[in-house]
């Protein structure tokens, strides 16, 4: 019994996560207009987001019963600790940040400040356990005070020169972290070494 688990709570977190893109796809109208207003954008390109937010959800909830056979060190269903996500404002970028955090089975605490991205966050918290995402604001004493809360600060998608005060926070409280990346190479990092990084010794793939 107990060596299911794993695969089970596994199965549970895809289940979540498509669940959630049915809820993001049941809303896309709302999700458009908001995405159209935060980013002052054209109609078609917030369609391009929010249907690039609902197959990025998919493909995570693909990902969380498969990470264990591909992931080494996720193997026996071990999980990342708990991590704060500074999420990038995109609203594509921000599924993506959240939803390979979740997949892998991280406890998680976003940090934003985009109303878009906020609605997205809270419609993928729905569908997990309560303690699995807590939603902050990202003013910088907040976001300083998580690195007393969490044991990883995802800041890859943060500026390149973000907060030298909360990097300070997180050496004096022993949080690892994340550090920021240019957007063009999160972008191109591969779904492996996204997620992989999440977990504390990790070997990944060259």
């Known amino acids: 019994m107990g060596s299911r688990s794993p695969a089970h709570s596994a199965a549970r977190r895809g289940r979540a996560l498509l669940a959630a893109a049915s809820e993001v ?11 159209r207003r935060a980013h002052r954008c054209r109609i078609s390109e917030a369609v ?6 609902v197959d990025t959800i998919v493909r995570w909830a693909g990902w969380a019963d498969k990470l264990d056979l591909l ?7 071990r999980r990342p600790p708990p991590v704060a996500i ?3 404002e995109e609203f594509g970028g921000a599924a993506r940040a959240l939803c390979s955090a979740l997949a892998a089975g991280a406890r998680c605490v976003v ?22 995402v807590t939603v902050v604001a990202r003013d910088p004493d907040t976001v300083r005070k ?17 907060d ?39 070997v990944l793939p060259a």
Not at 48 to 53: F, L, M, P
Not at 146 to 162: M, S
Not at 180 to 200: I, N, Q, R, S, W
Request: glycine share 10%; hydrophobic share 55%; charged share 15%.
């Open 25 to 35: 796809e049941a809303g896309r109208g709302a999700f458009v207009e908001q995405v």
């Open 48 to 53: 391009a987001q929010v249907d690039g937010c």
């Open 71 to 77: 992931l080494p060190v996720a193997a026996g269903g």
């Open 86 to 88: 500074l999420p990038p």
């Open 111 to 132: 940090a934003h400040e985009s109303a878009a991205v906020g609605s997205l966050v809270d419609v993928v918290a729905a569908e997990f356990p309560a303690a699995a």
């Open 146 to 162: 998580l690195a007393t809360t969490v044991a990883l600060l995802d800041a890859r998608a943060a500026p390149q020169e973000y």
């Open 164 to 202: 030298a005060d909360l990097r300070l926070a997180c050496a004096e409280a022993g949080t690892r972290v994340l550090a920021p990346l240019p957007p063009a190479e999160l972008a191109g990092l591969d779904d492996l070494h996204l997620v992989g990084a999440l977990f504390t010794g990790a």
